[in-house]
């Protein structure tokens, strides 16, 4: 395999082209970014741990049958995974209150929902990913209600999967994000990455945040918070 010209640039990651048209490499860089890039900085061994941390989180989903975009880990940075069109939508799902429904909703972080939900972000920068619903997305062209329903169900599968595998961590997984992406063949499948940049994972004993939110809200211990988490995932794992 041979890496050519860099396709993309964006806040955390890089995405080359190979000599292969179905496969990139995606490159994961210690630049942080928060509140749509309005506040930037970079945290030590992000990018080593969200590559190893993706690589573990893809290859168990994959194990459990759900379909990603994750071929290998190549190095300590970069790994190889399919070509894919990522769906402009930002798929969230809520097990417990924080973050911005927290803050829309006047409700204190930390409430465990009695349902699972779901929200949906356009994925548009100039306009801060705004939160839309199905009709919005289907108003832009994102996805077609077919769509959006196999989309759910693969974010609301991939949501056990995660739940019980935090769990086994002695952490509770409160909300998370996912992207997915059509392979050439029109299949949806998995994409982008799932590490503590888009989840929020807190301790179940202490109830300290071990994600980006100690960047966010300059808690500190940040790169320590994501080597906390690689190291629980290789124990729950057996790596
Ligand atoms: O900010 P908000 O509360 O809506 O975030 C919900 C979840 O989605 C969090 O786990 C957050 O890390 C993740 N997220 C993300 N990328 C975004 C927005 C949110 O990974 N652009």
Known sequence: MEKKEMLYEGKAKQVFATDNPD??????????????????????????????????????????GIKTHFIKQLD???????????????????????????????????????VTIFDICYKKDELGDPLINDHHAVFLGAATYEELDEMYELTSDINEILIDLFDKMNII???FKIELGKTSDGEIILADEISPDTCRLWDKDTMKKLDKDRFRRDLGEVTEAYVEIYNRLKVALGK
């Open 23 to 64: 496969q990139v490499v995606v490159r994961f860089k210690d630049d942080a970014t928060a509140f749509n890039a309005q506040k930037r900085g970079s945290v030590d061994l992000k990018g080593e741990m969200n590559n190893a941390i993706t690589t573990l989180i893809f290859e168990y989903l994959n194990e459990k």
């Open 76 to 114: 300590e940075r970069e790994q190889l995974v399919k070509k894919v069109s990522i769906i402009p939508l930002e798929m969230v799902v809520r097990n417990y209150s924080a973050g911005s429904m927290a803050q829309r909703l006047g409700v204190e972080e930390g409430i465990k929902s009695p």
């Open 173 to 175: 997984l409160v909300d």
